[in-house]
């Protein structure tokens, strides 16, 4: 069971960093934010990753897909809340 807290606070970094990221004209900003939220994810309860990733191991974590990877994130956590 995926507890309520940590999805809220999932959401919030998320949410927070997201913002930060479609909105910044800064390669350094966006690859210190890639990189939070990569360590962010490996430390995140297991069930909660997966049920975020839909069976993607490199969900949030290819630089490539990341805006639309963060960005659907946001999305699944808002409808859990």
Do not use: G, P
Request: no cysteine; net charge negative.
């Amino acid at each position: 069971m995926i507890s309520k807290d940590s999805i809220e606070t999932a959401y919030s970094f998320l949410h927070q960093k997201r913002n930060v990221y479609i909105h910044s004209s800064l390669d350094w900003q966006k690859d210190d934010i890639e990189y939070a939220i990569a360590s962010y994810v490996d430390d995140m309860s297991q069930e909660l990753y997966d049920s975020l990733a839909e069976d993607r191991a490199d969900f949030l974590r290819d630089h490539k897909r990341f805006q639309e990877d963060i960005t659907q994130a946001v999305e699944r956590l808002e409808r859990m809340l």
